[in-house]
T-cell receptor, first 111, second 115 residues
Framework: SQTIHQWPATLVQPVGSPLSLECTVEGTSNPNLYWYRQAAGRGLQLLFYSVGIGQISSEVPQNLSASRPQDRQFILSSKKLLLSDSGFYLC??????????FGNGTRLTVT | AQTVTQSQPEMSVQEAETVTLSCTYDTSESNYYLFWYKQPPSRQMILVIRQEAYKQQNATENRFSVNFQKAAKSFSLKISDSQLGDTAMYFCAFMKYSGNTPLVFGKGTRLSVIA
């Protein structure tokens, strides 16, 4: 079965600083990969998804970007964080017709 | 585009009782998957149950079962013998059969199990 490694678990960053969140997947090849964001007590907002290396689809225009340098690696970045970027970020992966598996998430606080 | 609606933002149930969470969806697809995910206070997302649209039989997983009404586009989750550990946010989700498109999630229902 798939295992999603996501780090760091918690991050506090000042406004204007850069961001890099990393996610790696074990137990499957050529997965579809996703980044979701969840505000406190709210639903899941899809940010980016990728069906292959170098293929990124953006769902919400903002100051975040994503990259997929390797088959099972997905990175979420920002050059300059905003207060509104605070939230809980979840990486997820799915294989062919398999359910979505989630990492444990990163709680980001922008101060 | 597909949409998923969970009309109950919050619900509560007494321990050992049964509760049903509602979910409706809108799609023009004929083949698809439906899921219920649980997010406890730890915020880890846990798959509770899945249903393939081509199967008429409702899925069950121990105390969790669904009532899938394809014509009505309804997919409710029933939790029997509720336990304190069932306290969580529950999300209903839709996935096209092709699998190469993202899951679409509802906004969630916060369930509290009361001792």
């Amino acid at each position: 079965s798939q295992t999603i490694h996501q780090w760091p678990a918690t991050l506090v960053q000042p406004v204007g600083s850069p961001l890099s969140l990393e996610c790696t997947v074990e137990g499957t090849s050529n997965p579809n990969l996703y980044w979701y964001r969840q505000a406190a007590g709210r639903g899941l907002q899809l940010l980016f998804y990728s069906v292959g290396i170098g293929q990124i689809s953006s769902e919400v225009p903002q100051n975040l970007s994503a990259s997929r340098p390797q088959d099972r690696q997905f990175i979420l970045s920002s050059k300059k964080l905003l207060l509104s970027d605070s939230g809980f970020y979840l990486c997820a992966s799915t294989g062919n017709l398999s359910p979505l598996h989630f990492g444990n998430g990163t709680r980001l606080t922008v101060t | 585009a597909q949409t998923v609606t969970q009309s109950q933002p919050e619900m509560s149930v007494q321990e050992a009782e049964t509760v049903t969470l509602s979910c409706t969806y809108d799609t023009s697809e004929s083949n698809y998957y439906l899921f219920w995910y649980k997010q406890p206070p730890s915020r880890q997302m846990i798959l509770v149950i899945r249903q393939e649209a081509y199967k008429q039989q409702n899925a069950t997983e121990n105390r969790f079962s669904v009532n899938f009404q394809k014509a009505a586009k309804s997919f409710s989750l029933k939790i029997s013998d509720s336990q304190l550990g069932d306290t969580a946010m529950y999300f209903c989700a839709f996935m096209k059969y092709s699998g190469n498109t993202p899951l679409v999630f509802g906004k969630g229902t916060r369930l509290s199990v009361i001792a």
